[in-house]
Structure formats: C-alpha cells, structure tokens
C-alpha cells in the first residue's frame, strides 16, 4: 500500500470521529467544559454549578422581532415579475433553429427574343438575318441590336450574343454553313 493510501485512510479516520462526536448529546447544545480541581474546590466547584444551571434554567428565551417592514409586498412582487426576465427560466440547450436566408438570385438574361431567318457569307464576314415581329434586320459581328444585345462572334452553327444591361453572354444556334 502506499503512503498516499494510508493519509487518505487516516484522514476519513479522523473525519468519522469528529462526526460521530457524542452520540448522547442531543442537537444543538453544547456540552460543559470540565475543569479538574483539588477535593477541596470540588465541593465549592459542584455549588457554583449547581447556581450556574439553576441562572442558566432561570433565562427567559428571547423573542423574534419582527422587522418594521413587511419583507414582501403583493405589488412590489407583482411590479419585479412584470419588469423582470424571471431568474430561473428554463433554459434548453438544443441549438435555435437555423435562420432561413432567402437566397437572392442574380439577374439573368432574358430569353434571346428574335427569331432566326437565315445567314450569308458575304466579303469576308457572316451576316445573319434576324426578325422581330414585323421587323427584320442584317447583323454583323460588333453591331449593337436595340442598345441591349451585341454581336460577338459569328461562326456557324453558333452565334455568341452579349446582353449589355448584365454583361452576360448567351449562344444562339443559328444552324450550320450551307
């Protein structure tokens, strides 16, 4: 065993004998010192006991005082509850659910909104004819269509178109060289 192990035991030793202390006396009252004397003061020792019990049974308990102040008032209470958050509440530790972030989503492009007629290879450049409703027009790479759409490139079977408000490209399919 080690020295560890017989301080621990000495020491719950030591602790039950002070707890247990003397099982006679009953809670609360405090035994008497003994002093040891002579034979000739123990009889004037046992006659100065014997008064110190008989003053001791002879005092009166004191009565409890009650404070000038009522310790709670109705309103009072009532007023602190209302204005207060209640010190106790029940607190549960599961985590507040997540908030919900609509997602904002960016602009798009509308839809490409002429209709394809055809194309021409004329001078050495593609020329694609377009038609919206009752209007229809030649385009060439680098034309701008209604300040809105410009003509990146031209090579069959794809025509690359940039929407100019967003910046963003979109690919029409304009069919292949004939």
């Known amino acids: 065993m ?8 000495l020491a719950l030793a030591v602790t039950t ?6 099982p006679d006396s009953p809670d609360g009252v405090v035994s008497e010192a003994v002093v040891k004397s002579t034979p000739a003061e123990a009889s004037s020792a046992s006659r100065s006991a014997v008064k110190t019990v008989a003053t001791e049974a002879s005092l009166t308990r004191l009565k409890v005082r009650q404070p000038p102040y009522p ?5 009072a209470v009532a007023d ?3 204005k207060e958050a209640p010190i106790f509440h029940l607190q549960s530790w599961t985590p507040p659910p997540p908030k919900v972030v609509a997602k904002v989503e960016l602009p798009k492009a509308p839809p490409w909104p002429y209709v394809y007629l055809g194309q021409q290879y004329s ?5 694609v004819y377009l038609t919206l409703g009752d209007d229809a027009r030649a385009v060439k790479k680098g034309q701008i269509l209604d300040t809105k759409y410009r003509i990146e490139k031209i090579e069959p079977p794809n025509m690359s178109v940039t929407y100019l408000p967003l910046n963003e490209v979109q690919t029409v ?3 292949a060289f004939k």
């Open 2 to 9: 080690s020295l560890r192990w017989l301080f621990l035991i």
């Open 17 to 22: 004998w002070f707890s247990v202390g003397n």
């Open 71 to 75: 310790l709670f008032d109705a309103a």
């Open 80 to 82: 602190m509850a209302d």
């Open 123 to 127: 001078q050495g450049e593609w020329w």
């Open 173 to 175: 399919t304009i069919g």
